[in-house]
């Protein structure tokens, strides 16, 4: 295993600093430019321009509020428990960086006569690295929102960190199957795993599929494609930022450039998980079909550019789901990801290695099948003949209308009765409950 | 490639299925009452739960009486599954099933001796109307099936870090259990937290303890410490410390002085069948573990440790036998007979022969018995406000209810010792095998504080026959026919291994031999 | 000259750290000082705001257990990942203790699930 990652740790040492310093000018940038993005991306889809009067096209919009940001006024907080105040943007921060620096860019290349992998390093545990990374930022912020002394950030913080680590168990089974088909957690050799070309055969055509693991393995990219969002607090499930609910959420109480920290460091994390996507389910730096056909598409510093556009694309579609989805409430979402996400992984996981198990026995094609499709037919039964608990709708007598006084079911829209009569609402049923226990206990 | 290196190196561990089964058996059917718990409805679970557990713990039982005569080390030196494993396992099933009749007992208390949720504020609302009205957890019976399980798999544990994982098993959901107790909440509560506390301090003490055995002798499994003991080249202190915090885990669990100090509060606050579980399987278990790990691992050090757990033991006696004396609670009195009880045991434990490791056995299954109908008679004396505990109402009692006054009288005297009871039989034996090996200080020690014991108990007898039975005399209440069926087997088995010890004493005998 | 391969990751989080508390710290001295007693109380509505007390205040206990879940999880993941690298060497075997392992793990889930532990009101 250790022979392919020899090729890490060999760089001279002005060689890892300038990685170093690249990677984090790197991240700068694309945070900077990220923002820019996804302010003009939004504006075009509310027909609007966007920012558009610093810099050509307004470029060096994001430079200036950060700048701006810099001479704004620190506050604080009186109630604030201030050095854990003052390290939780430090924490967020750190992390966010440190991720990245097992993402490969690209392959070898010669700097000034050194060999080296367009990559900063390479270990045989680098996707849990990046998985560690995100956990410990987590502590950022709910440390941020705790030692902020307020009851908005403390309860943006608290609903933040239970919806990260929520998310980030459905993340983490997402990625077993790639590990499962890669059999290696190296970046590098992931990557170098998709880089064949598989052939499918259905129905005697025989089709010509990239060995991206995001077709070999759609569930998991799936997934972990939406893990990754409510792992980045992004709309549609940036509750704890909900601006009508909490304010700023966790930061609320935080300004100048502590805040600046945390707002990098949620860039940063959207760009990681891109990246870690990119790597692990697009086929990393190797360029897409058609580019490939040319020889040298995968050599020299042209991966970078494919690396960066799989990244920036990814990221549309971040902003994408801004622009178009509305947030959902907090229970719906907890609920998704318990509920869907994580069994749905752990199925997936299942089946995949239940297949690879059959796939790798010497049976013949009836028993794989057997094998294969028994279970399945088994799970379908139950899910087919399991009985309903959701108790018959009556109906009220008036087209599309049921008891309840819905259209279309439970999951429909509530209508106003015809009688015109004003119903209880639930709520108030709820403070009538709790007045009745108040008065029995005074009496008891 | 990656592959083949992996495959190499890689040694899928052998399992022998047959002799894993009590253990295996027991876990499959907690997890299936777990799924029961999700699945089936309110008002089945307890019937279900119940032909559950005793199906499983009878399965279980038979499994080991299936395997009898194995001597083997299985699941890659993990397991040992020999003589003294079997019959530890099997008295843990037995006195497991009898345990349970107790508590399943619902018609002395609607709902059981349990509520349905032990983390509610205690005297709160909503806690009076759980106790008074809510139906008992019926999650105790999983919980009690993987405490049984693992009390199997600590018994039979061949290196130091199964036995943790074990210990952990057994240990978890009886915190939780004692935390259930229908009446007096906030006691339970108490009990459950300080229970928890102090045992996780002790497993943190075993767990360290392990770390400094392995820095010793570069394992953690029985033979290799064996074969490492006197021999390794590291420094001996790392040997003793370890060995020293290691036992000071197990003795925790078995209750011996200077750790038992959480048994008294737990064993009163717990529900009183909880008790009689942990009186009877934990300590079969504690001293299994205790067993296992002074005659396989550390039996070339005997020389060491044998003085240092002999003071224990004399302590354990006199600290049980005196602070009984003072005691006005018959809950707590019963802690300290089973802490004084626990002290005749490593009388036996340090004789460290065949005869030693047989009596042991004995007096463990003995003892068992006994103490499970003891409490049984406990949870039977009740009045309005539940089990009247407090000593002097049980003044007079032998005029209210005389059968039960009686078998109280006789395992009263069982624990004393008298003979034609198991408890003599028990205690000469240990005392026999300590005399042989040169031990005569500790049996005369056992033998002065069985005086010393035998005072509170007798007083006891005394107050039940000699006083007048007082307007708060409790009367006894008519027992469901499981507590009664619960109640019979402990008092009969007392008086059989007391009048035909012979059977097993030769089975003890025959088991009396650890594989290494 | 080699150095290992985990020097770089260090080097990445010295930077990384080191840029962030320079910002921190440099921020109180570049900003301007204006404060006042309303700027420094909790940011809430109304006149009296209710900040939370030093060590953060009560909240549900829905929390707590949904940290505990995820450590059940975070767990089968940590034995997940393993298996999953080395699976082809494992093979039948390592694939059936796995399925024993996650029903395991499922049967707790589903008893969580039954009990409305994963339901947020």
């Known amino acids: 295993m250790d022979d392919k990652l020899t090729q890490f740790g060999q760089d001279v040492w002005w060689l890892v600093l300038a990685k170093v310093l690249l990677v984090f000018v790197f991240l700068v940038l694309m945070t900077l430019f990220a923002i820019w993005y ?109 030692a902020s002394g307020s009851t908005y950030p403390l309860l943006g913080g608290l609903r933040s960190s239970a919806q990260m680590i929520s998310y980030e168990v459905a993340m983490g089974l997402s990625i077993v199957a790639v590990f499962m088909t890669a059999g ?58 909900a601006e009508s609910e909490l304010v700023g959420g966790f930061h609320t109480e935080y300004s100048s450039l502590k805040f600046a920290l945390f707002f990098l460091a949620e860039y940063i994390n959207m760009v990681t998980v891109s990246g870690l996507a990119t790597t692990l389910f697009l086929g990393g730096w190797r360029a897409p079909w058609p580019i490939s ?8 510093w042209w991966p970078l550019l494919w690396f960066t556009i799989k990244v920036l694309l990814l990221l549309f579609v971040f902003v994408w789901l801004r622009g178009t989805l509305p947030r959902l409430r907090y229970d719906q979402f907890m609920r998704f990801g318990w509920k869907v996400l994580i069994p749905l992984s752990l199925l997936w996981i299942l089946t995949l290695a239940g297949i690879r198990v059959v796939q790798g026995s010497d049976l013949t094609v009836q028993a794989r099948l057997a094998v294969v499709g028994g279970p399945i037919l088994v799970a379908l039964a139950i899910w087919m003949f399991w009985p309903d608990k959701r108790k018959a709708i009556e109906d009220p007598g008036v087209h599309g209308v049921d008891a309840a006084g819905r259209i279309g079911g439970t999951e429909g829209f509530p209508v106003p009765p015809l009688n015109l009569e004003v119903p209880v609402s639930p709520r108030a049923q709820r403070v009538l409950g709790e007045r009745e226990t108040v008065s029995t206990s005074k009496e008891s | 490639m990656t592959t083949d290196i992996a495959a190499e190196t890689l040694k899928l561990p052998s399992l022998d299925y047959a002799a894993l089964a009590p253990m295996l058996i027991l876990f499959g059917v907690g997890c299936v ?147 259930m107790a229908r009446r007096r909440r906030l006691l339970s509560q108490e009990a459950a937290l300080k229970y928890f506390l102090l045992g996780a301090f002790a497993s943190a003490f075993f767990l360290f303890g392990i770390a400094l055995v392995y820095g010793y002798a570069g394992r953690v499994d029985f033979a290799g410490i064996h074969a490492a003991v006197l021999d390794s080249p590291n420094d001996i202190a790392l040997l003793y410390i370890g060995l020293a915090m290691v036992a000071i885990g197990l003795l925790f669990k078995a209750a011996l002085a200077p750790f038992h100090v959480w048994t008294p509060d737990v064993y009163q606050g717990a529900p009183t069948p909880v008790t009689a579980l942990m009186a009877a399987c934990t300590k079969v278990a504690a001293f299994g573990g205790l067993l296992r790990v002074l005659y396989v691992a550390f039996e070339r050090s005997q020389w060491d440790y044998r003085p240092v757990l002999g003071a224990i033991a004399v302590l354990t006696m006199l600290v049980g036998a005196v602070l009984a004396v003072t005691q006005t609670d018959i809950k707590r009195l019963l802690a300290y007979s089973s802490i004084a009880n626990a002290g005749y045991v490593l009388v036996g434990v340090l004789a460290i022969s065949k005869a030693g490791l047989a009596s042991s056995l004995f007096y463990l299954v003995a003892y068992g018995f006994s103490v499970l109908a003891a409490f049984g008679i406990v949870t039977l004396v009740r009045d309005a406000d539940g089990e009247a505990t407090h000593l002097s109402r049980w003044a007079g009692l032998g005029r209210r209810s005389p059968l039960y006054a009686t078998l ?50 007798l007083r006891v007898v005394v107050m039940m026959w000699l006083s007048e039975p007082g307007e708060s005399t409790p009367a006894v209440s008519l027992p469901g026919a499981l507590t009664a069926a619960a109640v019979t087997i402990g008092a009969a088995a007392t008086l059989l291994l007391g009048i035909v010890p012979q059977p097993l004493l030769d089975m003890t005998e025959n088991a009396a031999h650890f594989v290494r | 000259m080699s150095l290992s391969p985990y020097i770089p990751i260090v080097g990445l989080f010295a930077l990384g750290a080191g840029f962030a508390l320079f910002s921190v710290a440099i921020a109180p001295f570049v900003g301007p000082r204006r404060y006042n007693r309303a700027k420094l109380d909790a940011y809430e509505c109304g006149i009296e705001p209710t900040p939370q007390p030093i060590g953060g205040g009560r909240f549900p206990v829905k929390f707590y257990l949904t940290a505990m879940l995820f450590i059940v999880f975070d767990i089968e993941i940590i034995f997940l990942y393993p298996w999953a690298v080395s699976f082809e060497a494992l093979g039948v075997f390592g694939f059936v203790e796995m399925v024993l392992f996650i029903i395991t793990v499922f049967v707790a889930y589903a008893y969580v699930w039954r009990r409305g532990g994963l339901d947020w009101d």
């Open chain 1, 38 to 146: 996804e302010r003009r991306v939004v504006a075009r889809m509310q027909v609007r321009p966007g920012p558009n009067r610093v810099g050509p096209a307004g470029l060096l919009q994001s430079l200036a509020d950060g700048l701006k940001l810099a001479f704004k006024e620190d506050i604080m907080p009186k109630m604030a428990d201030k050095a854990v105040f003052f390290i939780a943007p430090v924490i967020s921060t750190t992390c966010a960086f440190t991720a990245f620096a097992v993402i490969p860019f690209g392959p070898t290349v010669s700097v000034f006569g050194e060999k080296t992998p367009i990559q900063l390093t390479d270990v045989p545990v680098a996707v849990l690295l990046v998985l560690a990374c995100s956990s410990m930022g987590i502590y950022g912020i709910v440390l941020g929102g705790w």
């Open chain 1, 184 to 241: 290696t957690m190296s970046t590098s050799q992931i990557v170098d795993a998709q880089k064949d070309t598989q052939t499918l055969t259905l129905g005697g055509f025989d089709l010509t599929v990239p060995g991206w693991y995001a077709f070999l393995l759609i569930p998991s990219f799936l997934i972990y494609a939406i893990a990754a969002v409510g792992e980045t607090n992004r709309a549609p499930f940036d509750l704890p930022e």
């Open chain 1, 293 to 300: 056909l040319w020889d040298g598409a995968n050599q020299g």
């Open chain 2, 33 to 179: 009452g777990v799924l029961v718990e999700a699945i089936a409805p309110k008002k089945a679970r307890f019937p279900v739960q119940l032909v559950l557990a005793v199906l499983g713990i009878a399965a279980s039982l038979t499994a080991i009486v299936l395997a009898a005569g194995t001597e083997k080390v299985t699941a890659a030196g993990a397991v040992a599954v020999d003589g003294p494993g079997l019959f530890l396992q099997g008295s843990i099933a037995v006195l497991g099933l009898v345990a349970l009749l107790l508590i399943s007992e619902r018609s002395l208390e609607r709902g059981g001796a349990f509520v349905a949720q032990a983390a509610v504020t205690a005297n709160s609302e909503a806690d009076r109307d759980q106790a008074t009205r809510g139906s008992g957890a019926t999650e105790v019976y999983p919980l009690i099936i993987f405490s049984l399980g693992g009390m199997m798999l600590f018994a039979a544990a061949n290196d130091l870090l199964t036995m943790f994982v074990a210990l952990e098993v057994f240990s978890l959901p009886l915190y939780l259990l004692c935390a």
């Open chain 2, 408 to 457: 109280f009288t006789f395992l009263l005297l069982a624990f004393a010792g008298i003979p034609l009871t198991s408890g003599f039989t028990a205690k000469f034996g240990v005392f026999a095998a300590a005399i042989e090996a040169d031990q005569t200080w500790l049996v005369i020690a056992g033998v002065i504080t069985s005086a010393i014991i035998a005072f509170p108990y």
